[in-house]
């Protein structure tokens, strides 16, 4: 597992460009965490890459139009999925016919 | 004075030096459609959006210019992706201009809406939906730039009916200035892997391995055409005097006459070059990307060689083969800096004479044993031959695809095109439409197969309506053709799903368009010469005055030869069934 770090002006559609890089690779992405850093925006992104797919993906990044930077660390350890953060994301969607101010509502939209 | 959304977009359009756009309208574009009159742009109604965007090709691929193509929302988005992607893939400057939505609807489902922005996000270089009216001038400039600039490419803008309604007080349209990137980002663009290239040592030092090679090639792609850097390249060439090729997008660059042109390289190459190819141990390429169709299989591609590679994006290097020396840039700026270092260097290059006549040798010129003796590439010859000169010949996909760059010797950079990259059946009807109208007094020949006609063969509605001369043929083998050819090779002859032969009458269905169409048979090909009466027909109708259409009957089991195999070497090539 490879980390890289992105920094791009965050335009329209620029992260997603930058996660279709690696998509269209058919490469599974793991862990994915953007932010904003001043000036830009990062993407941090652990991948399991090869050599030859480093050198693509360095260079597909940089032809996308607000990618500023592209950095490559060390191996990392496993992401640590959040599993509090996510939980409540893996619940189902409400149903349109439940109000978002009744009880089960709300409750499910906590 | 305040004036709408449209209006901006339209002078914005101007102000880019358009003045001719494809499209189609519908509900969420109707209000640029209401201001196109009194505009300056002239607009053409295809009969389907991807006819709008295969015709705004067509232009952008023989101009060089931007080519436009407006559709509305939902299925009139989603019908112009083939063309976005075929733009993506061939480097052609393309923009989009699609109508949304209004701006509260987006999100919602709304009656033909669709993410035409998420939907296009791989497939083109640049995208914008435009969110307030405040931005149109700013995201057109800019969409006109990143088309343009560097390796040439779609972009899409999609514009929320509201905003083509909405009105502001508009000072004129504005030119967009690229944000200055980091030093190191500006440098990768500049060199491909952030070491130095491109730079006057590293010219050097290919100098140095062309006075070490023993067997130098050059091979040319559709880079130097679109740098506008095909006098510095046949320059090069001469000096160079070693034995090139073309891939299919690179046919024209190099004018086939030249000494040591070798030809077409790659799946139906021709036997010089990809044995040339397979054997050489410097390869310099200008432009191309050396995608699978050229290489064969990239382990045994060029097993001999380094390879020096001209491109202007460092996306392109790499992706199959790794190049020892990469040159990134504009060819139009590397090519004359490295020709002139290599003019520099005092010491002259080695003389490859006995490697020269080996590549060039009478032994491997021929292009197929047997090929001169098929009717359809007699047929090919005959209509070729008969072309007056700067003509330009756009051709589907398919085997007639094949046959017509293997047999079409133009000296014009532009003056063969083709979806070469995404090979999207259906895109020479409409694009010939595109060529027509960018040079009306050129003679524009469609090739197409019976299977790819279909595909857009709507559009034969186009060229009646406008009156446009397009000479268009049919190779009418009453198959899918390729699919067939590998079917019986690869797949004992089973014909799954690529039997033609219910095809309806193209005669009647272009007269029903009011199009003159005639038919030949390929045993008016048997002869040779060819009679009085076929040469007649074939120069009666290159050189009647309006549109016509000649379907050409032809066996069906012909095939495309030489043939590399999928998966096979370039020196593997085939040159009939087995």
């Given at each position: 597992?490879?980390?890289?770090?992105?920094?791009?002006?965050?335009?329209?559609?620029?992260?997603?460009?930058?996660?279709?890089?690696?998509?269209?690779r058919?490469?599974?992405?793991?862990?994915?965490?953007?932010?904003?850093?001043?000036?830009?925006?990062?993407?941090?992104?652990?991948?399991?890459v090869t050599p030859k797919q480093v050198g693509q993906l360095f260079r597909e990044w940089y032809a996308?139009?607000?990618?500023?930077?592209?950095?490559?660390?060390?191996?990392?350890?496993?992401?640590?999925?959040?599993?509090?953060?996510?939980?409540?994301?893996?619940?189902?969607?409400?149903?349109?016919?439940?109000?978002?101010?009744?009880?089960?509502?709300?409750?499910?939209?906590? | 004075?305040?004036?709408?959304?449209?209006?901006?977009?339209?002078?914005?359009?101007?102000?880019?030096?358009?003045?001719?756009?494809?499209?189609?309208?519908?509900?969420?574009?109707?209000?640029?459609?209401?201001?196109?009159?009194?505009?300056?742009?002239?607009?053409?109604?295809?009969?389907?959006?991807?006819?709008?965007?295969?015709?705004?090709?067509?232009?952008?691929?023989?101009?060089?210019?931007?080519?436009?193509?407006?559709?509305?929302?939902?299925?009139?988005?989603?019908?112009?992706?083939?063309?976005?992607?075929?733009?993506?893939?061939?480097?052609?400057?393309?923009?989009?201009?699609?109508?949304?939505?209004?701006?509260?609807?987006?999100?919602?489902?709304?009656?033909?809406?669709?993410?035409?922005?998420?939907?296009?996000?791989?497939?083109?270089?640049?995208?914008?939906?435009?969110?307030?009216?405040?931005?149109?001038?700013?995201?057109?400039?800019?969409?006109?730039?990143?088309?343009?600039?560097?390796?040439?490419?779609?972009?899409?803008?999609?514009?929320?009916?509201?905003?083509?309604?909405?009105?502001?007080?508009?000072?004129?349209?504005?030119?967009?200035?690229?944000?200055?990137?980091?030093?190191?980002?500006?440098?990768h663009?500049?060199n491909g892997n952030g070491n130095?290239a491109?730079?006057?040592?590293?010219?050097?030092?290919?100098?140095?391995?062309?006075?070490?090679?023993?067997?130098?090639?050059?091979?040319?792609?559709?880079?130097?055409?679109?740098?506008?850097?095909?006098?510095?390249?046949?320059?090069?060439?001469?000096?160079?005097?070693?034995?090139?090729?073309?891939?299919?997008?690179?046919?024209?660059?190099?004018?086939?006459?030249?000494?040591?042109?070798?030809?077409?390289?790659?799946?139906?190459?021709?036997?010089?070059?990809?044995?040339?190819?397979?054997?050489?141990?410097?390869l310099?390429v200008?432009?191309a990307r050396l995608d699978?169709?050229?290489t064969?299989?990239p382990s045994?591609f060029a097993?001999?060689?380094k390879i020096v590679h001209f491109e202007?994006d460092p996306a392109q290097l790499d992706r199959v083969r790794a190049c020892e020396i990469p040159v990134v840039?504009?060819?139009?700026?590397?090519?004359?800096?490295?020709?002139?270092?290599?003019?520099?260097?005092?010491?002259?290059?080695?003389?490859?004479?006995?490697?020269?006549?080996?590549?060039?040798?009478?032994?491997?010129?021929?292009?197929?044993?047997?090929?001169?003796?098929?009717?359809?590439?007699?047929?090919?010859?005959?209509?070729?031959?008969?072309?007056?000169?700067?003509?330009?010949?756009?051709?589907?996909?398919?085997?007639?695809?094949?046959?017509?760059?293997?047999?079409?010797?133009?000296?014009?950079?532009?003056?063969?095109?083709?979806?070469?990259?995404?090979?999207?059946?259906?895109?020479?009807?409409?694009?010939?439409?595109?060529?027509?109208?960018?040079?009306?007094?050129?003679?524009?020949?469609?090739?197409?197969?019976?299977?790819?006609?279909?595909?857009?063969?709507?559009?034969?509605?186009?060229?009646?309506?406008?009156?446009?001369?397009?000479?268009?043929?049919?190779?009418?083998?009453?198959?899918?053709?390729?699919?067939?050819?590998?079917?019986?090779?690869?797949?004992?002859?089973?014909?799954?799903?690529?039997?033609?032969?219910?095809?309806?009458?193209?005669?009647?269905?272009?007269?029903?368009?009011?199009?003159?169409?005639?038919?030949?048979?390929?045993?008016?090909?048997?002869?040779?010469?060819?009679?009085?009466?076929?040469?007649?027909?074939?120069?009666?109708?290159?050189?009647?005055?309006?549109?016509?259409?000649?379907?050409?009957?032809?066996?069906?089991?012909?095939?495309?030869?030489?043939?590399?195999?999928?998966?096979?070497?370039?020196?593997?090539?085939?040159?009939?069934?087995?």
């Open positions: 597992m490879q980390a890289f770090y992105i920094r791009y002006r965050n335009t329209q559609g620029t992260l997603m460009r930058i996660l279709n890089a690696v998509s269209r058919a490469l599974d992405l793991p862990s994915v965490h953007a932010e904003a850093t001043e000036p830009d925006h990062q993407v941090t992104l652990q991948l399991e996308i139009a607000d990618v500023t930077d592209v950095q490559t660390g060390a191996e990392l350890h496993s992401a640590k999925v959040n599993v509090e953060l996510a939980a409540p994301w893996n619940l189902p969607h409400p149903p349109a016919s439940v109000a978002g101010n009744t009880e089960e509502g709300n409750v499910i939209r906590a | 004075m305040e004036i709408k959304g449209a209006d901006i977009v339209l002078q914005c359009l101007r102000a880019e030096g358009v003045d001719l756009v494809f499209g189609y309208p519908g509900g969420a574009i109707m209000p640029l459609y209401d201001a196109l009159e009194g505009s300056g742009v002239r607009h053409i109604l295809t009969r389907h959006e991807q006819g709008a965007i295969f015709a705004a090709e067509g232009y952008a691929r023989v101009t060089g210019k931007a080519g436009v193509a407006i559709a509305t929302s939902g299925p009139g988005a989603t019908n112009l992706v083939t063309g976005i992607a075929d733009a993506k893939m061939d480097s052609v400057p393309l923009v989009c201009i699609t109508g949304q939505v209004r701006s509260a609807l987006i999100g919602t489902d709304a009656f033909q809406e669709t993410d035409v922005f998420g939907v296009t996000l791989s497939l083109t270089k640049w995208s914008r939906i435009v969110r307030s009216i405040d931005e149109i001038a700013d995201v057109i400039a800019e969409g006109f730039y990143w088309a343009r600039s560097g390796r040439p490419g779609p972009v899409v803008i999609d514009i929320p009916t509201d905003m083509l309604k909405a009105k502001k007080e508009f000072s004129g349209a504005v030119k967009f200035v690229p944000r200055a990137r980091p030093e190191k980002a500006e440098k663009a500049a130095a491109g730079k006057p040592n590293r010219f050097d030092s290919i100098v140095a391995m062309l006075q070490k090679a023993q067997r130098p090639v050059a091979l040319v792609g559709a880079g130097a055409k679109l740098s506008g850097a095909i006098p510095e390249l046949r320059r090069l060439l001469d000096d160079l005097n070693v034995p090139s090729f073309a891939t299919v997008h690179g046919l024209g660059a190099v004018p086939p006459q030249a000494p040591h042109y070798l030809g077409m390289v790659g799946m139906h190459g021709t036997r010089a070059a990809n044995m040339a190819l397979h054997e050489t141990d410097l310099l200008f432009g699978d169709r050229v064969g299989d045994r097993p001999f060689a202007i840039g504009d060819l139009a700026e590397t090519i004359p800096a490295f020709h002139k270092a290599m003019r520099n260097a005092g010491s002259s290059l080695p003389d490859w004479n006995e490697w020269r006549d080996v590549a060039c040798g009478a032994e491997r010129a021929e292009l197929d044993p047997r090929g001169l003796a098929q009717p359809t590439i007699r047929f090919l010859d005959e209509l070729f031959s008969r072309l007056p000169q700067n003509s330009v010949v756009i051709a589907d996909v398919g085997q007639h695809q094949m046959w017509a760059a293997q047999r079409y010797r133009s000296s014009s950079p532009r003056g063969f095109i083709t979806s070469g990259g995404l090979g999207a059946m259906g895109f020479a009807l409409p694009a010939a439409v595109g060529v027509q109208l960018a040079q009306p007094e050129t003679c524009v020949l469609c090739v197409s197969g019976d299977g790819g006609f279909q595909m857009n063969i709507q559009e034969l509605a186009t060229v009646h309506r406008l009156g446009l001369p397009v000479k268009m043929v049919i190779v009418d083998n009453k198959y899918l053709g390729m699919v067939r050819q590998w079917q019986q090779l690869f797949y004992q002859r089973n014909y799954a799903e690529t039997d033609l032969s219910d095809n309806p009458d193209f005669v009647e269905i272009a007269k029903a368009y009011k199009i003159p169409a005639r038919r030949l048979n390929e045993d008016a090909m048997r002869e040779f010469p060819v009679s009085q009466g076929t040469g007649d027909l074939i120069d009666g109708f290159l050189h009647s005055r309006g549109p016509e259409l000649l379907v050409f009957d032809c066996a069906p089991e012909a095939n495309v030869f030489p043939m590399v195999p999928a998966g096979a070497s370039l020196s593997e090539m085939v040159f009939e069934e087995e």
